[in-house]
């Protein structure tokens, strides 16, 4: 038995139309999603980085400020000499 397909009414094209629409949507949204966790990571990341750079230039500055008193004080010695 042979079946031929019968034309798409207009509201079933258009339905159908809509049908692509959405997936076309659903798609874009999932990938944008995905990007968003992307670059939420990253700038977790980045934050890190930046909290141990901070911390590394607090203590060199701690260290400098070491280095400068004993400097300080070997000039004083000398100068008393």
């Known amino acids: 038995m042979n079946w031929k397909s019968r ?5 079933e094209r258009e339905n159908n139309a ?4 959405i997936c ?5 949204l999932e990938n944008k ?3 968003v966790a ?3 990571f990253l700038l977790g990341e980045r934050l890190n980085r930046i909290d141990q ?3 590394t230039i607090d203590r060199l500055r701690e ?3 070491r280095l400068d008193a004993e400097a300080e004080h ?3 010695m000398v100068r008393a000499s």
Do not use: D, V
Request: proline residues 7%; glycine residues 6%; aromatic residues 4%.
């Open 63 to 65: 260290q400098n400020r």
């Open 33 to 35: 999603g995905g990007h």
């Open 53 to 55: 750079l901070n911390a």
């Open 7 to 11: 034309p798409l009414e207009p509201l």
């Open 38 to 40: 992307r670059l939420k």
């Open 18 to 21: 809509l049908k692509n629409t």
């Open 74 to 76: 070997y000039a004083e």
């Open 24 to 28: 076309c949507l659903r798609r874009e």
